[in-house]
């Protein structure tokens, strides 16, 4: 509302300037009126914004209200009364000054619309600058414009109505549009000059810098997994071979992917809580290089896979083993982070399910890991073998584990039981209620565990309010029934689930009132700025785009607080690396339910989060949007402990080529 209020003042005083210029007295008059009107509709948009916190208004009360309302207010005081002058005596013609100022404020008002759609936050000296000297500049030469004497055209008499020709009025008009256009030119240039200024390397985030005294420190190539499984667990290996191939859909449409071992998603990856995982990489022809990330899992930092930080990408004819051990229970990922944006999208992916040690998968129980991606812009959703439709006797314990291996959200909605979301990214929740006829908002990256009896009817899960497509369970005894055109309910009015407020409250090790070592702001939005070295129209956190981002510095055992909001008009889901972050608040509420750990929370347009997690584990991690193209258009950073360093270097995007991979 506030982009469209700023587009209409930009409207407004144009034509009022236009039309005095047209010598339409009355029109522009009505016109002044109107953007006058405008304008203090603007001011309360501003203030309505501000409301959400002070990110999303900055350049706007710092500079382009200012802007706007100084070259405003000059228009309606000076301006206005000659227009209306005018009115009573239309012979008289119209003055210079009812042309320029109102354009000046129109072009104050685009400047101000530009500064927000390009710079955005934080509000730069820089931007200030040269903004103010666009202004200032276009006001000059429209008063030289203007003002200038022609025989032929109206503007004679405009030009003569404000400075007599013959009077010393004229050379000092002179004087002032030399001495403004210096004002101009010299603030402009500083503007200018000053974008070539280096940004600081790195954000303390109010805690102290670097350690000078802490000698070479560990490089992240030492911060390896252990060689072996915890007492009593067994080691897990699985080879990985990243290669092209053409690959059947569930549908039975055929596409050629990028796979690993030539599946789409790659191998399940499965253990029990203490086993080593140990994945030997390969990569056959994926000239962009791979690695493998480790989504959600709180893996060693050398362990990571991201090239350019923990590893070199691996080319093809290359090889790279990872080991980690078992310890987190639950739903995970992985995927490739090199040139992730494609590789991900066209299927360098699968899935990671840890199990509880103890617990054995068998009778009774149906577990199915549901990884969701989207190709060729249709959303599948089904288990490692392409099924769509399962059976299973009335009573039994069905977990679905939905994955979200796509860069949106996705919308799911269970119809046919009541169910419990008993884990989000793989974190048991406190507590979950029951919940039916709701929607679940899974964000890019993310998953949910639901869990539920097998009812006596079929069940139905329904992706993105298709209710032809999506998962089929039925009970035994309903042989047939499924894919004979069942109808599913509409759920696509079904309210969405707020986890925020869901489960019940538990213990946590810190909270909102906790006093945090490092507290980091993160503002996203869109605009200009440099990424990958190159000038672009990019993803932007703090206004700047990777890896330009200063890097974020904590030391180990910090209690770390991030607060994540979004200026742009998308959804940002944010992902840090290495880190489960615990949930304060979202637009200043509290999180009131259970306790909710994750690893990517979807920051919609407008929203600010509260977020923070406890340093410990040590390394140089990526964060930044799972929004994957996004964060190859610059929202992309690191988050640096005091004292690691990483041997391996490299863009992190696609662009550089091997060795330099997102
Ligand atoms: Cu799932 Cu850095 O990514
Ligand atoms: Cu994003």
């Known amino acids: 509302m506030d982009h469209v209020v700023a587009l209409l003042s930009v409207a407004a005083w144009s034509a009022t300037g236009a039309t005095a210029a047209a010598r339409r007295g009355r029109l522009a008059l009505g016109l002044l009126a109107a953007a006058v ?18 990110w999303f208004v900055q350049e706007k009360l710092l500079l382009n209200l200012p802007m706007l309302g100084a070259a405003g207010l000059a228009a309606v005081l000076i301006a206005g009364p000659r227009l209306l002058a005018a009115r009573r005596a239309p012979d008289a013609g119209i003055p210079a000054s009812a042309v320029v100022l109102p354009l000046t404020a129109g072009y104050g008002a685009l400047a101000g619309l530009a500064v927000t759609f ?49 009077t010393p009025g004229f050379s000092r008009r002179r004087f002032i549009g030399l001495a403004g256009g210096a004002v101009v030119a010299g603030a402009g240039t500083t503007g200018v000059g000053l974008l070539f200024l280096p940004a600081d390397s790195a954000d303390t985030g109010g805690g102290p810098g670097w350690s000078s005294s802490s000698g070479p420190g560990a490089s992240v190539a030492d911060l390896r997994g252990p060689g072996a499984p915890a007492p009593g667990g067994t080691r897990r290996q699985y080879l990985l071979t990243a290669q092209t ?10 596409i050629k992917a990028w796979t690993y071992n030539g599946q789409l998603p790659g191998p399940p990856i499965t253990a029990t809580e203490g086993d080593l995982i140990e994945v030997t990489l ?27 930080v923990t590893q070199h990408v691996v080319a093809p004819g290359e090889a790279f083993v990872y080991r980690f051990r078992a310890d987190q229970v639950g739903t995970y990922w992985y995927h490739t982070h090199q040139a992730s944006h494609l590789g991900v999208r066209r299927g360098l992916y699968g899935t990671l399910v840890v199990t509880p040690r103890g617990q054995q998968a068998s009778t009774g129980r149906l577990d199915l890991t549901l990884p969701v991606h989207t190709f060729d812009g249709i959303g599948v959703i089904a288990d490692q073998d392409g099924r769509t439709e399962h059976t299973a006797p009335a009573g039994t314990d069905v977990r679905l584990r939905l994955i979200n291996t796509d860069s949106v959200p996705h919308r799911f909605a269970l119809a046919g039981t009541p169910f419990r979301v008993t884990a989000v990214d793989g974190r048991d929740l406190n507590r979950p209620g029951e919940v039916s006829e709701a929607g679940l908002r899974l964000p890019a990256g993310g998953r949910y565990d639901l869990v539920f009896a097998m009812p006596d009817t079929p069940v139905a899960l329904v ?17 047939g029934a499924v894919g004979e055109g069942t109808a599913v309910e509409d759920t696509s009015g079904w309210p969405e689930l707020d986890l925020l407020r869901y489960g019940t409250p538990a213990a946590v090790p810190f909270d909102a009132d906790s ?30 785009g990777h890896p330009s981002i200063p890097d974020q510095l904590v030391a180990e055992g910090d209690l770390v607080r991030f607060t994540v909001a ?8 944010w992902h840090l690396h290495g880190h489960p972050v615990l949930i304060l608040s979202r637009n200043g509420t509290p999180s009131s339910g259970s306790p909710l750990w994750v690893d990517t929370f979807d920051v919609r347009p407008g929203e600010v989060w509260e977020v923070a997690f406890r340093a410990t584990n040590p390394g140089i991690w990526m964060n930044h949007c799972h929004n994957l193209p996004h964060a190859h258009q610059g929202m992309m950073l690191r988050l640096c402990y005091d004292g690691v360093s990483t041997p391996f270097q490299g863009s992190h995007t696609a662009r550089g080529g091997r060795g330099h991979g997102h």
């Open 37 to 54: 009107l405008v304008t203090l509709a603007r001011v309360t948009t501003v203030a309505l914004l501000a409301g959400r916190g002070w």
């Open 566 to 573: 979004n200026r742009s008009l998308e959804s940002h889901p």
């Open 245 to 254: 191939a053409t690959v059947r859909l569930p549908s039975g449409r055929e």
């Open 282 to 308: 390969r990569n056959t022809d994926i000239d962009d290089g791979v690695t493998l990330h480790w989504h959600g899992y709180d893996v060693p930092c050398g362990e990571d896979g991201a090239p350019g």
């Open 515 to 544: 006093r945090a070592d490092r507290h980091f702001t993160i503002v996203l939005d869109r605009g200009v700025a440099m990424v990958d070295g190159r000038p672009a129209y990019g993803q932007t956190v703090n206004g700047r």
């Open 118 to 166: 390009l710079a955005g936050y934080p509000l730069t000296w820089s931007t200030a600058l040269i903004a103010g000297s666009l202004v200032g500049g276009g006001a000059l030469l429209t008063a030289r414009v203007v003002a200038a004497p022609v025989d032929t055209t109206g503007y004679a008499d405009i030009a003569s109505a404000q400075a007599p020709h013959g």
């Open 463 to 479: 992706l993105d309010n298709d209710h032809a497509g999506g998962l089929r369970l039925r009970p035994d005894d309903h042989a």
